[in-house]
């Protein structure tokens, strides 16, 4: 199964941010141009930038599988798909309880790539977490594959 296989890490900070128009500027010094971004952070005054991966040994044993045993390639993705899913559900319920002890609550994670959150905000995100070990490819895709990056929104 995968998930012995998978050496998880994730990272994830929070930032001040505020919204003007189609800009979601985060602490006064980046901002993301979107629309969809915008309006799923209204109303929020922080936020928390998250990624989480899985790590290379998964995208060795999906590139190894896809040459000796394509159905077990497919049923082996699934189950990454699964757990690093699983790994972000746990941060965002972490995330949750933390902005709760505060009177706050959470958006649910956006992550690039939904609606007109360009894939282009990879690597902004991944140093705004500031986790250790992903990279961003040419084409704005993470390495390993088995990688997240999400924004969520905290509003009290």
Same mark, same amino acid.
């Given at each position: 199964m995968i998930r012995d296989k998978a050496t998880p890490r994730f990272a994830y900070k929070e930032y001040a941010m505020s919204i003007d128009g189609d800009k979601v500027v985060i602490d006064g010094r980046t901002t993301f141009v979107s629309a969809d971004l915008s309006r799923h952070l209204k109303g929020c005054r922080q936020c928390v930038i998250l990624a989480a991966t899985l790590g290379h040994t998964v995208d060795r044993i999906l590139k190894k599988l896809q040459y000796t045993d394509m159905a077990k390639a497919l049923e082996t993705d699934i189950q $990454?798909? !699964? !757990? &690093? @899913? @699983? &790994?972000c559900d746990n941060l965002q319920e972490q995330i949750a309880k933390q902005a709760l002890d505060k009177g706050h609550q959470i958006t649910n994670r956006y992550g690039v790539g939904y609606g007109d959150f360009l894939l282009e905000n990879q690597s902004t995100l991944l140093r705004l977490s500031g986790i250790k070990g992903i990279t961003v490819t040419d084409s704005n895709l993470l390495l390993p594959q088995k990688s997240v990056? $999400? &924004? /969520?929104? /905290?509003? @009290?």
């Open positions: $990454a798909n !699964l !757990l &690093i @899913e @699983e &790994i990056t $999400a &924004i /969520v929104g /905290v509003r @009290e």
